[in-house]
Nanobody, 123 residues
């Protein structure tokens, strides 16, 4: 089992940047592919980005391609989401998640979830 704790959220103006972090503890971090998801009020949780256990494979939602970058530091048991050119529609609670196996898009594919960190982008 792995425990996940997100941090780095906050309030930022449109066009600004934030970097989210997700610290993992428990089973060896390299066991897992990692994903970032987000959920806006009244909407379903949606996929944002995912990365394989060695970081060699990534994928992104179309809505964030070119603006968000997922990365991981296995020595620090941490996965990051660098977000630039933020838009008001990026406002959401952001979650990191872990799964064994290849990176995946469906929320149901992930076994472990953090509590989330709020990102608010003002216009």
């Amino acid at each position: 089992q792995v425990q996940l704790v997100e941090s780095g959220g906050g309030l930022v103006q449109a066009g600004g940047s934030l970097r989210l972090s997700c610290a993992a503890s428990g089973r060896p971090f390299t066991t897992y592919s990692m994903g970032w998801f987000r959920q806006a009020p009244g909407k379903e949780r949606e996929f944002v980005a995912a990365i394989s256990w060695m970081g060699g494979s990534t994928n992104y939602a179309d809505s964030v391609k070119g603006r968000f970058t997922i990365s991981r530091d296995n020595a620090k048991n941490t996965v990051y989401l660098q977000m630039i050119s933020l838009k008001p529609e990026d406002t959401a609670l952001y979650f990191c998640a872990a799964r064994t196996g290849a990176p995946a898009i469906p929320t149901s594919a992930y076994n472990y979830w953090g509590q989330g960190t709020q990102v608010t982008v003002s216009s």
